[in-house]
C-alpha cells in the first residue's frame, strides 16, 4: 500500500514539475513575441513617412525577427510567434526574408487555431487564387476564424452573406456577423450595420437571443436598458459613432448625416406642437 502512495505521489510530483516547467517556458515565449510585437508596432508607425526598405527600419526588423524565432525555440506550439514571424517574411522587408517559409509558417499557425492567422490565410486565398478550390479553402479559414469571434473574419462573413458570394444570400446572417464585429470594434463592420439597419432592415431575432447560441449577450448602455426597442435611427447612430471612434472617415461622415436627420426630425415635431 506505501508503495502505491509513494508511485502516486512520485508521479503526481513529476507531473507538476512538468507543469511548471510549460508554464514557464509559456511565459517566456510571450515574453518574446511582446518583445517583437513592440518592434513591428514602431515600424507601423513610422512606415508611411519612409521607404519600406529604408535602412533604418532594419534594427527594429531584425530585433522583431529575432524575437520570434527565440519565442518558438522556447515553445514551440506558440501560434502567436508562428503568425507574426510568417507576417515578417510575407510583408516586410526583414534581412532573410522569405515568401515560402512565410506562406509555410501562416499555413501552421492556422492550422493550429490562430484566428489572425486563419482571417488572414482565407483572404490570401480569396484574393491571390482564381478557382472553386481556394474558394472553399479561404471559406473554411474564414469560419474558423469566426467560430472564435474575430472581428475581420465576422466583417468578411457578412460581406459574403450579404452579397450572396460563395453561399446563398442571408441578410439576417450578415447582419448578425456585422453586429458581433462591431461589438469589437470593427468600423466596416459597424458602418455596414448602420448602414442596413436605415435602409429599413429587420434585426434578426437570434441577436435578441445570444444565450441560445451560447454567446453571451452584448453590454447595452443605460439608455438600452430605458428603451430597448429603440428606433432605427439611434441604433444607426450608434454603429456610426463606434465607427467614428475607431478613426473611420466614412463612419464620422454617416454619423453627421443621422445628426443632422435628427436634428430635422426634431425641429419638425417642435413646429407641429407649436402648430396644435
Known amino acids: 500500500m506505501s508503495l502505491v502512495i509513494g508511485s502516486v505521489i512520485y508521479v503526481c510530483g513529476v507531473y507538476g514539475l512538468n507543469q511548471r516547467g510549460l508554464h514557464s517556458r509559456n511565459k ?38 529575432e524575437n520570434f524565432e527565440l519565442a518558438l525555440e522556447a515553445d514551440n506550439l506558440n501560434t502567436h510567434a508562428r503568425y507574426w514571424l510568417s507576417k515578417l517574411h510575407l510583408k516586410y ?7 515560402a517559409v512565410g506562406a509555410a509558417l501562416l499555413v501552421e499557425a492556422a492550422d493550429m487555431g490562430n484566428a489572425d492567422a ?8 480569396r484574393v491571390e487564387n ?26 468578411l462573413l457578412g460581406i ?23 461589438e469589437k470594434g470593427h468600423a466596416g463592420a459597424a458602418v455596414a450595420y448602420g448602414s442596413l439597419l436605415l435602409r429599413g432592415v429587420q434585426v434578426p431575432e437570434s441577436l435578441t437571443k445570444l444565450d441560445a447560441m451560447g454567446v453571451s449577450p452584448p453590454k447595452r448602455s443605460k439608455k438600452n436598458l430605458e428603451n430597448p426597442e429603440m428606433n432605427p435611427l439611434e441604433m444607426a447612430k450608434e454603429q456610426f459613432q463606434i465607427a467614428a471612434r475607431a478613426g473611420c472617415d466614412l463612419g464620422l461622415q454617416w454619423l453627421q448625416r443621422v445628426e ?15 402648430y396644435v
Not at 518583445?35 to 521607404?51: F, Q, T
Not at 522587408?93 to 515568401?99: I, L, R
Open 118 to 125: 486563419q482571417y488572414e490565410l482565407g483572404c490570401r486565398l
Open 160 to 182: 459574403v452573406y450579404l452579397t450572396g458570394d460563395c453561399v446563398k444570400q442571408d441578410v439576417d446572417s450578415a447582419i448578425w456577423c456585422f453586429h458581433r464585429a462591431s
Open 28 to 65: 517566456k515565449a510571450m515574453e518574446y513575441v511582446a518583445k517583437g510585437w513592440s518592434a513591428i508596432k514602431e515600424v507601423d508607425r513610422v512606415i508611411d513617412y519612409c521607404e519600406l526598405n529604408d535602412r533604418r527600419l532594419i534594427p527594429l526588423l531584425r530585433g522583431a525577427k
Open 130 to 155: 482564381d478557382h472553386v478550390q481556394s474558394d472553399q479553402q479561404a471559406f473554411h479559414y474564414i469560419e474558423n476564424a469566426v467560430d472564435q469571434l474575430h472581428p475581420g473574419a465576422l466583417y
Open 260 to 274: 443632422q436627420e435628427e436634428k430635422l426630425l426634431m425641429s419638425e415635431q417642435d413646429n407641429e406642437c407649436a
Open 93 to 99: 522587408n526583414v534581412p532573410g526574408a522569405c515568401k
